[in-house]
């Protein structure tokens, strides 16, 4: 757990495809917003008690299947809103039947519509918590990292250690992934906290002098 003042960060590995939900609070507030919640919708919905928080907002930085197959079971318990970039609502609607198909898993329920879309710029807010919205597309069109003035970065399937989001997926793009890493997230400080929507924490400063991925991609720039 990350406590800075009353702003409290704590994530949960979710499902088969141990995807990180976070959740991100306000102690004195006690309300939350919840990054992600790819799977098992009871345990997120504990670690927010844990936490002593009500989630008001539900964000998804993509749509992919193993980042909204716990959507549901949260806002039916909260009746948060639900917010998505437009540019993934194709992949929402239909992108994960054949996901399903393909890796065995049969939600109980379809996945919810969006209650509104975000945008580039953004301030996803509730009382006590401001998180900023990046379009960060690549891994999917509309694939978004959300960041906090707090030291933190939610990347998604955007930036993980060491590596990248795939974009053979339908709707990935490997330069434009690569121009969102670099253009956008880079320029964030250095010591920013990435926590992504698999593996391990890193920072945006580890990323930039170690990355595989964007030291190869630069290369072929020069």
């Not at 992919?64 to 998505?84: I, K, M, P, Y």
């Not at 960041?147 to 434009?176: A, C, E, K, N, V």
């Amino acid at each position: 757990m990350e406590v800075i003042n009353e702003f409290i960060v704590r994530g949960i590995v979710v499902g088969v495809f141990q995807e990180n939900c976070w959740v991100i609070g306000n102690r004195n507030t006690r309300e939350a917003i919840c990054i992600d919640p790819g799977d098992e919708p009871d345990e997120i919905l504990a670690l927010s008690r844990d936490m002593g928080v009500t989630i008001k907002r539900i964000a998804n930085s993509h749509a992919h299947l193993d980042h909204v197959l716990g959507v549901r079971g949260v806002q039916n318990e909260t009746g948060a809103d639900f917010l998505l970039h437009n540019h993934d609502l194709e992949i929402l609607k239909n992108g994960w039947r054949n996901s399903a198909q393909r890796f065995g898993v049969d939600p109980d329920e379809p996945i919810p519509n969006p209650s509104y879309f975000l945008q580039d710029g953004d301030n996803l807010e509730v009382e006590g918590v401001n998180l900023q919205v990046i379009t960060t597309p690549g891994h999917t069109p509309g694939s978004v990292s959300f960041y906090s003035d707090q030291g933190f970065l939610f990347s998604g399937d955007t930036l993980f250690r060491g590596s990248i989001g795939r974009t053979d997926l339908p709707g990935g793009d490997y330069d434009q992934e690569m121009k969102s890493i670099c253009e956008k997230l880079f320029q964030l400080p250095d010591e920013t906290n990435v926590l992504p929507g698999h593996m391990s924490e890193t920072t945006i400063g580890f990323e930039r002098q170690n990355n595989p991925f964007v030291q190869n991609w630069s290369k072929s720039l020069e």
